[in-house]
């Protein structure tokens, strides 16, 4: 029976506390995943605002869709973008991938 006795005041012992240690390691790794993740998303996310907000009429533009072409008019939310001689088609301002350099489209 002092087997048995024995044993179970060894279990009601309380463990032994961690620390800090995963507090630690739980801030550490918010830390890095802020800096390599959340951080440059931002700083992408604003650089596309501002990008957006500079179109005007006559640049060259891609959407993110792939279509190339020039800016005609431009609206509050939404332009005009010529995709081809007398075709223009209406896009939102947020689909803008890139501007391109003035003369892209005469070489593509």
């Known amino acids: 029976m002092d087997l048995l006795f024995n ?58 869709g792939g279509l190339l072409g020039k800016v005609t008019d431009v609206r509050d939310d939404y332009l005009s973008l010529e995709i081809a001689s007398g075709t223009v088609v209406k896009i939102q301002k947020n689909t803008i991938a890139r501007m391109l350099p003035k003369g892209t489209l005469k070489n593509a």
């Open 7 to 64: 044993s179970a005041w060894a279990a009601a012992e309380a463990p032994p506390s961690a620390g800090f240690g995963p507090l630690i390691m739980l801030a550490l790794f918010f830390v890095v995943f802020y800096f390599l993740l959340i951080r440059p998303q931002q700083k992408r996310a604003k650089e596309h605002a501002t990008m957006v907000s500079a179109v005007s009429v006559g640049e060259e533009v891609v959407t993110a």
